[in-house]
């Protein structure tokens, strides 16, 4: 894993915590580059999108959330939300590869992972179409009294669309307990933020709604984490939502398929963002405050690979869905308890 120059700041958890928060982002890091060998490999279909360099926003957030309780929804690039959340990792590699032991029955492929048992309201492939969704899932918290947190990601060109201002107008209008997380990783698929955002500070877009609104830094696990816990908190406590901006670089192409990097950036700003790669950095921050040796990392990042490996070999060991069911769970019938 890359290495950061120096600690940014003094740590404040305990050794097995760093070890834990370092364990997860591996653990995602390892799980997207084999996604992306499957990819190349012809076992996943369809679109996918990894989270290789955003993995401290992921782990950060997560830390700050109530496991089984709060929610969580996203866009395509869905894979490291469930995994951290409590969702099976063999049925997530499943779904990726189009397997019936994936949690859509292999129908929903990557870019829609739906894990409800833990809150995970999915993976939406239409750029900005689960924003209004997210607010209704909050929505429904706040109606029935619940005080459940909805954290909504989105990306830097999903903050473009029209139905992102009508869902924080109505977030702020009836006070709903959400925190719109944009995750800004610099790049709208091939457009560089400053080319496709007139003002390219995404928060400041919660302003005229009157919602608390901020950026942070993505890169860094560890305050990721202190300002979730912060916000999350402020969110649960007050019923009202919040707008976060979390600057990110993602390391590979938009999806698995952009091979075309280098149209919008150049190898020497790849190199350079590689010194803020979180893994890296974390890995750093724990020799210098003794918390881990390089040896223990090392073996560490061993057990990840292989673990994601295992996982791998498991799903694709599991068969595609048979043909004749193609139409099979894509309507469902009211039930007399719903009505008509």
């Known amino acids: 894993m890359a290495k950061a120059a120096k600690a940014p700041k003094e740590l404040s958890e305990t050794p097995e915590k760093l070890i834990d928060l370092y364990r997860q982002m591996v653990f995602i890091r390892f799980f997207e580059k084999k996604c992306n060998f499957a990819y190349r490999q012809g076992k996943i279909g369809g679109y996918m999108h990894t989270y290789i360099g955003m993995e401290a926003t992921g782990v ?16 395509y690039r869905d894979h490291a939300q469930p995994l951290l959340m409590g969702s099976d990792p063999l049925k997530v590699m499943a ?17 829609h992972i739906y894990d409800f048992e833990n809150r995970f309201f999915g993976g939406w492939g239409i750029v900005g179409g689960h924003i209004p969704i997210g607010t209704g899932v909050a929505f429904t918290a706040k109606y029935k009294k619940e005080d459940r947190v909805t954290v909504c990601y989105l990306g830097d060109g999903a903050a473009n669309q029209g139905v992102v201002f009508e869902s924080y107008n109505m977030a702020a209008l009836w006070d709903l307990p959400i925190i719109y997380a944009i995750e800004n990783n610099e790049f709208a698929m091939g457009t560089r933020l ?38 999350v ?62 040896a223990d990392l090392e073996k560490i990042d061993d057990e990840e690979e292989e673990r994601v490996e295992v996982i ?16 099979d769970h894509v309507y469902t019938d009211m039930t007399p308890e719903m009505g008509h």
Do not use: C
């Open 60 to 75: 950060g957030f997560n830390e700050a959330l109530r496991p089984g309780w709060d929610n969580v929804i996203t866009a």
């Open 95 to 111: 779904e990726t590869m189009g397997r019936v032991d994936g949690y859509s029955n292999g129908k929903g492929g990557s870019m």
């Open 194 to 231: 400053e080319y496709h955002a007139s003002d390219t500070e995404l928060y400041k877009r919660g302003i005229p709604f009157g919602i608390k609104s901020e950026r942070i830094d993505g890169m860094d696990v560890l305050q990721v984490k202190e300002d979730a816990a912060r916000i």
């Open 233 to 294: 908190e402020w969110v649960r406590e007050n019923q009202k939502p919040y707008l976060v901006e979390i600057m990110n670089y993602r390391y590979e192409g938009h999806g698995a398929a952009d091979n075309d990097r280098q149209l919008y950036r150049t190898k020497e700003e790849e190199e350079e963002a590689m010194l803020r790669d979180p893994i890296g950095r974390l890995a750093r921050q724990m020799v210098d405050a003794g918390a881990a040796t390089e």
């Open 312 to 327: 791998f070999e498991q799903a694709d060991a599991s068969p595609h869905p048979d043909p004749s069911e193609v139409y």
